[in-house]
């Protein structure tokens, strides 16, 4: 029997397939088979994930609290500055996600008020739709729980950091 496994292989192969009167059914079963994967392969498109994600614009004193993300297998969002918050999971409103992001990452109760908009952005690897809501901070301190690092910036001082690519489109485009 005879194996290839390039689609030039394939291509020769299929032109002795053609002539050769001692193949076997199996010799052309595999064949079709492998040459129906390629072209599988070849053709399907490639689909980015998409994510429903909130952020938490938390304001006090005429400051704004700014997260340092960890490090990511993505460079382009790794270790940068962000709104704190999250995905949503699916069934999941957008209060019910920011109260749950904020509680496992930064052991903290919020009160989410009202949303301020939101923004498409489209990241190589993904997709995000981002919501933005201003909320209050609970009682008592945030533990740093997946972040390395905070600051609470008033709004003329929030360019001086090294957002994701999202919030500081967020940044630019909604009045908060």
Not at 27 to 50: E, G, V
Not at 116 to 136: P, R, V, W
Request: with cysteine.
């Amino acid at each position: 029997m005879i194996y290839m496994t390039n689609v030039n292989s394939f291509t020769k192969l299929h032109k002795k397939l053609l002539t050769c009167k001692k193949l076997y059914y199996f010799d052309y079963l595999f064949f079709y088979i492998i040459m129906a994967f390629i072209t599988f392969a070849n053709n399907r498109k490639k689909t980015k994930m998409k994510y429903e994600v909130v952020a938490a614009i938390i304001k006090k004193d005429g400051k704004y609290l700014c997260m340092q993300r960890c490090r990511s297998n993505y460079p382009y969002i790794s270790e940068r500055w962000e709104f704190p918050g999250g995905k949503c999971k699916e069934g999941e409103s957008d209060h019910e996600a920011l109260i749950r992001e904020i509680k496992e990452e930064m052991d903290w109760d919020v009160y989410v008020g009202k949303k301020i908009g939101t923004i498409e952005h489209h990241y190589d690897d993904f997709d995000i739709s981002l919501t933005a809501y201003l909320c209050k901070g609970g009682e008592g301190e945030f533990k740093l729980l997946e972040h390395l690092d905070y600051k609470w910036l008033p709004k003329h001082k929030l360019n001086q950091l090294k957002w994701t690519d999202a919030d500081k489109k967020l940044i630019e485009t909604l009045d908060f």
